[in-house]
């Protein structure tokens, strides 16, 4: 009878323990931005409402026409982050027509600021570049209404404006750097596993066909003077065969042979991070130094699964940070990846990155899970067995 495996036991309930309380359902309740927008464009036409009416007698037989421009100016703004351009104008123009011809309320501006920073924020670059002219053309008709008295744009409200404009312009300008980094960086992986693939396959190819060679050569030799020794040689050319087949599948499924010297490991994750954050993603490492005594084949495997969580961090997570958590618990070797991205859907389907690594945790009978975080992003957490270690002993 086997022993009990009371470490696999104890994984076993402390991954149930770490697992996050309902992050799908959490998901599924969360607002979406159309709702978002939505709120923000009730929210403030009720206070635009509230204000109207408040100023009935000042306004008189003009509150229909009123009521109708904080309507459009509400409905600009929940449209301000599908049409920013569009939504901005109509926010504007309904704003100068306010203050020209009826009178100018304390709400709305601060409608059209938001409305001036989404601009910025989300429009291309060529919508975003015509935020100041309109901005400078709507004051002028602002303060041009019969309730004003300036000579000229206050230029305190001016600069206001332009300011959030502009805040808006340059987050959206980092944005695009730093996606233009994440391209570079894709491309840079693609180009980086291109050549190591093609490494694998001449060193494999090129070996098997060599000895393949050899021996046909030798058979060809031997065929009418020994057929003993013949048929030995093709049997050998059948087993070498045979086993290049299983190694030419291992490389194009797993890659992972790779010649020692060559070979990366947790001690080079400083290097992985740093080309991390030049893509625009900050990654916070929290490494326990025991785990560069394990083995060398499961110090690269785990190298690999942060490699690979992080490389779709930064193709589909769309994420500004990540964690990376890797030690020795036990008779395991524990690693964690964790980041702020978009998550993933509900029902989704891993692609061949998560593939890969249930495959390489798999080699040490190990357990993967990943999905939906916590506080939102995506999670990987990965459990390997250390080789020698009763954990790998399977009962």
């Not at 009521?67 to 100068?96: C, D, E, M, T």
């Not at 203050?99 to 304390?106: H, K, R, T």
């Not at 190591?196 to 393949?212: F, K, P, Q, S, Y």
């Amino acid at each position: 009878m086997s022993r009990p495996n009371w470490t696999s036991a104890r994984t076993a309930a402390r991954r149930l323990r770490s697992l996050p309380a309902g992050p799908a359902v959490w998901r599924r309740l969360r607002p979406s931005t159309a709702v978002l927008d939505l709120a923000l464009a009730a929210a403030f036409l009720a206070a635009m409402l509230v204000e109207r009416l408040d100023a009935a007698a000042r306004i008189g037989d003009r509150m229909p026409a009123a009521l109708a421009l904080s309507v459009l100016i509400a409905g600009a703004l929940a449209a301000h982050r599908r049409l920013p351009l569009a939504a901005y104008l109509v926010g504007s123009a309904a704003l100068s027509a306010e203050a020209l011809f009826i009178a100018p309320s304390p709400v709305t501006p601060y409608a059209n600021l938001l409305g001036l920073y989404s601009l910025g924020l989300r429009g291309t670059r060529a919508q975003a570049r015509l935020g100041p002219v309109i901005v400078l053309l709507g004051m002028v008709a602002y303060f041009s209404g019969p309730t004003h008295t300036y000579q000229m744009v206050p230029a305190a409200v001016l600069f206001v404006w332009l300011l959030a404009w502009a805040l808006g312009y340059g987050w959206a300008r980092r944005q695009e750097e730093q996606e233009a980094a994440r391209r570079v960086l894709r491309n840079q992986v693609i180009a980086d596993e291109r050549v190591r693939i093609a490494r694998e396959l001449h060193d494999l190819v090129g070996h098997t066909l060599n000895v393949l060679l050899v021996q046909t050569g030798a058979a060809r030799l031997l065929l009418d003077r020994d057929p003993e020794q013949t048929r030995g040689l093709l049997g050998t050319m059948e087993h070498t065969g045979r086993q290049a087949l299983e190694e030419l599948d291992r490389v194009l499924g797993l890659l992972r042979q790779e010649e020692p010297g060559l070979q990366p490991g947790l001690a080079q994750l400083a290097s992985l991070t740093e080309r991390m954050e030049q893509a625009g993603i900050r990654v916070t490492a929290r490494i326990d130094p025991a785990v560069h005594q394990v083995p060398r084949p499961l110090d690269l495997s785990a190298y690999r699964i942060v490699q690979e969580a992080l490389t779709n961090t930064v193709k589909h997570g769309r994420a500004a940070r990540a964690e990376v958590s890797v030690h020795c618990d036990g008779d395991v070797l524990d690693v964690e990846i964790r980041d702020d991205g978009v998550g993933v859907a509900g029902g989704y389907v891993p692609g061949r990155g998560l593939r890969g690594i249930a495959e390489r945790v798999r080699e040490f009978g190990g357990s993967v899970e990943h999905g939906a975080g916590e506080r939102g992003g995506f999670r990987l957490h990965a459990v390997l067995p250390i080789p020698g270690t009763p954990a790998a002993v399977v009962p």
